[in-house]
């Protein structure tokens, strides 16, 4: 059965989830996090990609970038990959896989999504109980994007930005949005698009996306959402 494509385009957002094989860790200490994240950064700058939120969970990743190129995304991950796994392999003695075959990704809607998905990355370990709140977590973007310390390679996006007229302004603004988690529609509907590759948005970006690619996009999963501990 042939893959299944993934669909970008310059300019749009794209939300990127990557899990461990099996869902085993892909994280094992503090140098681990410090080297995949130096690979982030060199890979943002390589392949023009504008990484505006991530979260490094023990067994899977989230990314919110924007690409220039469309094969950008594709680039980025696969240089990352290409240089953490072998990492892991040589420092703990193991071989074969590290990650649960591809990557997945889903198109990104700005207007009425994007925030949507920052926060849904950016929540990740409190939805998970490692922590009570997101400042509390040391590796994900969340310090940068709520003030507390700025990360060098991430970028503020345009919706981002048009939260204050200012830095604190911005940054008030934007922890106001995580006094409480996202409902449990937006949650199913962020879930069902980066697993299966669909669009993230209303009908009129849909179409839009389809206009430009020439061909459908993918599908959401129908019927009644699964349970789930956590992300």
Known sequence: MPRKSRFYLPGVPVHIVQRGHCREPVFFDRQDYVTYLH???VS????????????L?????HFLITP???????????????RYVPYINHKYGRSGSLWEGRYKASLVQEEGYFLKVMKYIELNPVR??????PNLYRWSSFCHNGGAKAIEFLTCHDIYLSLGSSKSERTDAYIELFKYDLC???????????QTGTPLGNDYFLEQVERQLVCKVGQARRGRPRIRKSE
Do not use: C
Not at 44 to 55: D, G, L, P, R
């Open 39 to 41: 690979w982030v950064k």
């Open 68 to 82: 220039s190129e469309v094969n950008n995304p594709s680039l980025f991950m696969q240089y990352i990959g290409r």
């Open 184 to 194: 449990a529609q937006d949650m199913r509907r962020i879930r069902d698009s980066w």
């Open 57 to 61: 969970m023990t067994n899977h990743v």
């Open 128 to 133: 998970a109980s490692m922590v009570d709140a």
């Open 44 to 55: 943002a700058k390589k392949y023009e990609v504008s990484v505006h939120a991530f979260v």
